[in-house]
T-cell receptor, first 112, second 112 residues
Framework: DAGITQSPRHKVTETGTPVTLRCHQTENHRYMYWYRQDPGHGLRLIHYSYGVKDTDKGEVSDGYSVSRSKTEDFLLTLESATSSQTSVYFC???????????FGQGTRLTVV | SQQGEEDPQALSIQEGENATMNCSYKTSINNLQWYRQNSGRGLVHLIL?????REKHSGRLRVTLDTSKKSSSLLITASRAADTASYFC????????????FGKGTTLSVSS
């Protein structure tokens, strides 16, 4: 799993509150990704990073922001959580293009 | 919209039978990858096939890629109950720094 740790693993939060999910890697891979997984949709890309302070939007980026101030950490923030953001969130990394991705174990987020 | 679409969405077979899953995609790719996900777990990489390759093998797995048809197939031979999982294809685009885009997955059930 290329040393990826996601925290927290489970979280329940109220609508309208900010939430930050953390992805920490020990391998110092350049590329990191945040996906969400929902029934019937598979994995959808939220944001990704191709280096420190270099990030880009994915398919479902509305309502989410990210930050990568150092190589090992990639943070995903829900500025004001909504029920539609209830999902399982996965972080992944790769060392370079044309290589496999390694996934964390996921964070199950419930917005009530 | 998502790049890859797997077919079928669900597949049920008996132990010992072969399982074939298909993936179609829309735009030019650097590579196509297959991942496996056991229930409630993170994704695990199975195999990567580059755009200039047509077939690749890994143990009981055989992957083909037809770039003219923008499609790939994953064959699992002599299936076992332990192969029960969801299988996803993912594509990496040709532009530098593009992220892996996943399909919705095929759920495989192998009964003994």
């Amino acid at each position: 799993d290329a040393g990826i740790t996601q925290s927290p693993r489970h979280k329940v939060t109220e609508t309208g509150t900010p939430v930050t999910l953390r992805c920490h890697q020990t391998e110092n891979h350049r590329y990191m990704y945040w996906y969400r997984q929902d029934p019937g949709h598979g994995l959808r890309l939220i944001h990704y990073s191709y280096g420190v302070k270099d990030t880009d939007k994915g398919e479902v980026s509305d309502g989410y922001s990210v930050s990568r101030s150092k190589t090992e950490d990639f943070l995903l923030t829900l500025e004001s959580a909504t029920s539609s953001q209830t999902s399982v969130y996965f972080c992944a990394n790769t060392p370079s293009p044309n290589t496999e991705a390694f996934f964390g174990q996921g964070t199950r987020l419930t917005v009530v | 919209s998502q790049q890859g679409e797997e077919d079928p969405q669900a597949l049920s077979i008996q132990e010992g039978e072969n399982a074939t899953m298909n993936c179609s995609y829309k735009t030019s790719i650097n590579n196509l990858q297959w991942y496996r996900q056991n229930s409630g777990r993170g994704l695990v990489h199975l195999i990567l096939i580059r755009s200039n390759e047509r077939e690749k093998h890994s143990g009981r797995l055989r992957v083909t890629l037809d770039t003219s048809k923008k499609s790939s197939s994953l064959l699992i031979t002599a299936s076992r109950a332990a192969d029960t999982a969801s299988y996803f294809c993912a594509t990496e685009g040709v532009q530098a720094g593009t992220a892996l885009i996943f399909g919705k997955g095929t759920t495989l059930s192998v009964s003994s």
